[in-house]
């Protein structure tokens, strides 16, 4: 079962330059998530979706944008990366049964210089 | 809004002993969840037990039990037996029922040691 699954694991950028990460679940859960874990602060929320076509912004939106074009895929944006966003990414997703529980994906660390 | 705050950067426990790591968390809301999910070096986000709060029982799931006082607040995690494999970085989160969001708020979390 490959559940939630980010590409890619690490990457490193540029101040200044763009990329896209990729949340894809096969649990054809409805709702997916954005988190961004720093030291001594947990994990916190960035972007979400509760449906197919459907994004919302979270705890700390600022300098990301989501898409939800297809249920399985839930993909985050740093349109111009900066060096705060170097942090830990995980998404996750739930379904609308199963005891309200967040499955997470493995991570992608991204630094950026 | 609700916080999750653990107050415990760090915990370390002997082998075959017992450890509780704490958590407290603020909300004005009657029904919600929480949940502590453990995180390895590995980085992959476990689910360890989960408590609804119109649950009086506390939860167990074999060597990993809560201490939930609703009153109070606080949600504690035990574990019994500590092995090797649970050293991991901890983390307490708050779920509202009255959102249908299902976001989670997470608690800065606690590295725990286990020591042979």
């Known amino acids: 079962n490959a559940g939630v699954t980010q590409t890619p694991k690490f990457r490193v950028l540029k101040t200044g330059q763009s990329m896209t990460l990729l949340c894809a679940q096969d649990?054809?859960?409805?709702?997916m998530y954005w988190y961004r874990q720093d030291p001594g602060m947990g994990l916190r929320l960035i972007h979400y979706?509760?449906?197919?076509?459907?994004?919302a912004k979270g705890e700390v939106p600022d300098g990301y944008n989501v898409s939800r074009l297809k249920k399985q895929n839930f993909l985050l944006g740093l349109e111009s990366a900066a060096p705060s966003q170097t942090s830990v990414y995980f998404c996750?997703?739930?379904?609308?049964?199963?005891?309200?529980?967040?499955?997470f994906g493995a991570g992608t660390r991204l630094s950026v210089l | 809004a609700q916080t999750v705050t653990q107050s415990q950067p760090e915990m370390s426990v002997q082998e075959a002993e017992t450890v509780t790591l704490s958590c407290t968390y603020d909300?004005?809301?009657?029904?919600?969840?929480l949940f502590w999910y453990k995180q390895p070096p590995s980085r992959q986000m476990i689910l360890v037990i989960r408590?609804?709060?119109?649950?009086?029982q506390n939860a167990t799931e074999n060597r990993f039990s809560v201490n939930f006082q609703k009153a109070a607040k606080s949600f504690s995690l035990k574990i019994s037996d500590s092995q090797l494999g649970d050293a991991a970085m901890y983390f307490c989160?708050?779920?509202?029922?009255?959102?249908?969001?299902?976001?989670?708020?997470f608690g800065q979390g606690t590295t725990l040691q286990v020591k042979p």
């Open positions: 996750a997703s739930k379904g609308v049964e199963g005891g309200n529980i967040q499955y």
């Open positions: 649990m054809n859960h409805e709702y």
């Open positions: 979706s509760v449906g197919e076509g459907t994004t």
């Open positions: 909300t004005s809301e009657s029904d919600y969840y």
């Open positions: 408590q609804e709060a119109y649950k009086q």
């Open positions: 989160a708050y779920r509202s029922d009255s959102s249908n969001t299902g976001k989670l708020i």
